[in-house]
């Protein structure tokens, strides 16, 4: 099976922050990455897929980048509602297989 | 629109069977075009995939759940369903339904899920 390990697992930011979290594969998986976010009491939504394809209607200060077993998601400028947890997801093989996730709190 | 809907029971005793279904609206599961998938996430942890199949009925299993597990789909009900037998308190989770669109092969429509608890 192919390990995500996410970085950090939480932190505290401001509104207006730029907000990178990286995610890391145990073995190289080319783009096949996705990046989800969760709040409370709902089901994750795609953000970006292929690793850095921004999914239809989602804002602009999302971005991916990364290829091979290293990713990382950005957040130019965080906004209130961008308190969440954010998981990465490799899409390269079976058994699909998430990273631990990295809560987003408000400092 | 694309609308997945989770339904089954909320509380499932130890040893039994858990069995959930997947209601699609919006598109059909006998297209060719996508994957559905089951995934769940214990409270306060993070997500686990369990299974995905293809409309033709080839499945794709979590090797820790696959002795366990049974993904199928109802064509004339336009459900997928999951079936996990010998249940443990361990199983106990918000379980998903989601497509496995063609963005990536990543999950770009998801159900509200359900939370199911295994207790006696």
């Known amino acids: 099976d192919i390990q995500m390990t996410q970085s950090p697992s939480s932190m505290s930011a401001s509104v207006g922050d730029r907000v990178t979290i990286a995610c890391r594969a145990s073995?190289?998986?080319?783009?096949?990455l996705a990046w989800y976010q969760q709040k409370p009491g709902q089901a994750p939504k795609l953000l970006i897929y292929?690793?850095?394809f921004l999914q239809s209607g989602v804002p602009s200060r999302f971005s991916g980048s990364g290829s091979g077993t290293d990713f990382t998601l950005i957040i130019s400028s965080l906004q209130p509602e961008d308190f969440a947890t954010y998981f990465c997801?490799?899409?390269?093989?079976?058994?699909?297989?998430f990273g631990g996730g990295t809560r987003v709190e408000i400092k | 629109q694309v609308q997945l809907q989770e339904s089954g029971p909320g509380l499932v005793k130890p040893s039994e069977t858990l069995s959930l279904s997947c209601s699609l609206s919006g598109a059909s599961f006998s297209s060719g075009d996508y994957y559905w998938a089951w995934i769940r996430q214990p409270p306060g942890k993070g997500l686990e995939w369990i299974g995905t199949i293809y409309y033709n009925g080839i499945t794709y299993y979590n090797p820790s759940l696959k002795s366990r597990v049974t993904i199928s789909v109802d064509r004339s009900e336009n459900q997928v369903s999951l079936k996990l037998t010998s249940v443990t308190a361990t199983d106990t989770a918000v379980y998903y339904c989601?497509?496995?669109?063609?963005?990536?092969?990543?999950?770009?429509?998801w159900g509200r899920g359900t939370l199911v608890t295994v207790s006696s």
């Open positions: 073995q190289g998986i080319n783009q096949w």
């Open positions: 292929a690793a850095s």
């Open positions: 989601a497509r496995q669109g063609n963005s990536g092969r990543s999950f770009d429509y």
């Open positions: 997801q490799q899409t390269h093989s079976f058994p699909r297989t």
